[in-house]
């Protein structure tokens, strides 16, 4: 099973960037799909962005499109999340996770979480 770490998270201003990584275990890394999600208090965990095992297909929801980046670097078993222009409501904590091949972009589809990384954005 793989094992995922998050790293990058921390308090920002509005406005702000921030870069989240995910480093994963296993020759397997690069078949991987994976994405990244967010949990908000009181909030159902949702996705924020996803990428196939080669790179060269993503998904966004739609109220970080345009803000936020997804990208791999397979040589190196990491997924990187580029937020740029972060807002209060982006304030979470973000999960990196390998969704199912076959699956769809949302909770159920996923075989494998991280620990997760804590996003605070100020006002």
């Known amino acids: 099973q793989v094992q995922l770490v998050e790293s990058g998270g921390g308090l920002v201003q509005a406005g702000g960037s921030l870069r989240l990584s995910c480093a994963g275990s296993g020759r397997a890394f690069s078949n991987y799909v994976m994405g990244w999600f967010r949990q908000a208090p009181g909030k159902e965990r949702e996705i924020v962005a996803g990428?196939?095992?080669?790179?060269?297909?993503?998904y966004y929801m739609n109220s970080v499109k345009g803000r936020f980046t997804i990208s791999r670097d397979n040589a190196k078993n990491t997924v990187y999340l580029q937020m740029n222009s972060l807002k209060p409501e982006d304030t979470a904590v973000y999960y990196c996770?390998?969704?199912?091949?076959?699956?769809?972009?949302?909770?159920?589809?996923?075989?494998?979480w991280g620990q997760g990384t804590q996003v605070t954005v100020s006002s």
């Open positions: 990428i196939t095992w080669s790179g060269s297909t993503t």
């Open positions: 996770a390998v969704r199912l091949i076959g699956g769809t972009w949302t909770v159920k589809s996923v075989a494998s």
